[in-house]
């Protein structure tokens, strides 16, 4: 019989076994959670973590897409097919419809990531939804500041992140207001290498723009931007054909890719363990905007 002091589970296990208790808890306390859903990388992780918390039950809380309008098309067809595969509730809270409504106005660089955020908002109001699952991470901010699994938000978005206590990986209170909601973060433990080496054993697909392809781009503050309907060449920009693949998935209009030949998970992976710099810091021109982009985003309730 083995003994207690021998038995160990691997970090990947461990990760896995936090996030679900995690989720576990939310569907335990709160009354109408939501799972933001973009097709990117970790809210398919967040998806694979939210059916084994669950099995063999459905899982038991809609999924939500903010959608800008400026998606990549790889990205959305996946959405719809996974949404299709696990027969879940998608809610597509759109951009594109609150511009034409005059809920928000566009700002003059184009980019969309910032007016999302009382989209989101709207919508949560309008479904009622308490608790919204996000794929924040412990290396996406730059490694700053580290999150707590449950971070809160004051009525519509008061909460201040330089405010919040560090260190409290552990804490759980569901308690909140009417018309309050909770920010759930099951991958706040988790680093990008870590989500990675998570698909690769679980077998989970992905979007194929995560793995290299050949892709018509143009270099811009040393960026390599493909060019589509939302992002075009200025005047003494020459678009090139080389391989490329995206390290996150956001909006077409601000979203680099990286050059790469990296076409399989594994390569994938060696490729995410030598690398120096933040996902977002490679490839999110959004970003370059403030260093404090996200923290921005978070006050204003996006998070």
Same mark, same amino acid.
């Given at each position: 019989m083995t003994s207690p002091a021998a038995y160990q589970v691997s970090h990947l296990d461990?990760?896995?076994? @936090?996030?679900?208790?995690?989720?576990?808890?939310? /569907? !335990? +306390?709160?009354?109408?959670?939501?799972?933001?859903? =973009?097709?990117?990388k970790d809210s398919i992780v967040m998806l694979r973590l939210a059916q084994k918390a669950f099995a063999p039950a459905n899982i038991p809380f809609p999924v939500?897409?903010?959608?800008?309008?400026?998606?990549?098309? @790889?990205?959305?067809?996946?959405?719809?097919?996974? /949404? !299709? +595969?696990?027969?879940?509730?998608?809610?597509?809270? =759109?951009?594109?419809?609150?511009?034409?409504?005059?809920?928000?106005r566009e700002s003059a660089d184009g980019m969309r990531n910032r007016i999302q955020t009382p989209v989101l908002l709207d919508a949560v109001e309008k479904h009622r939804f308490d608790a919204l699952f996000g794929g924040?991470?412990?290396?996406? +901010?730059?490694?700053?500041?580290?999150?707590?699994?449950?971070?809160?938000?004051?009525?519509?978005?008061?909460?201040?992140?330089?405010?919040?206590?560090?260190?409290?990986?552990a804490l759980y209170n569901g308690r909140h207001h009417p018309g309050e909601s909770i920010r759930v973060f099951p991958l706040s433990n988790w680093t990008e290498l870590d989500v990675w080496h998570y698909i690769a054993r679980e077998r989970i697909p992905l979007p194929s723009i995560y793995y290299a392809h050949e892709r018509e781009v143009i270099e811009r503050d040393g960026m390599l931007y493909a060019v589509n309907e939302f992002f075009r060449a200025r005047s003494g920009e020459q678009p090139v054909k080389v391989q490329v693949r995206y390290r996150t998935v956001g909006d077409a209009s601000c979203t680099a890719a990286v050059s790469s030949e990296a076409d399989t998970v594994e390569k994938v992976i060696e490729e995410v363990a030598a690398t120096r710099i933040t996902e977002r810091g490679a490839t999110r021109g959004d970003d370059r905007v403030s260093e404090a982009a996200m923290e921005d985003r978070k006050r204003e309730g996006y998070f």
């Open positions: 461990a990760l896995e076994a @936090e996030s679900i208790f995690v989720m576990r808890e939310v /569907v !335990a +306390e709160m009354e109408r959670p939501v799972l933001l859903f =973009s097709g990117g939500m897409h903010v959608d800008t309008g400026h998606n990549f098309p @790889e990205v959305l067809e996946y959405r719809d097919q996974r /949404v !299709a +595969e696990l027969g879940l509730q998608l809610i597509v809270a =759109s951009v594109p419809e609150a511009l034409a409504k005059g809920l928000v924040a991470r412990r290396d996406e +901010e730059k490694a700053r500041a580290k999150e707590r699994v449950f971070s809160f938000r004051d009525e519509f978005g008061q909460w201040d992140p330089k405010n919040q206590r560090p260190e409290l990986w």
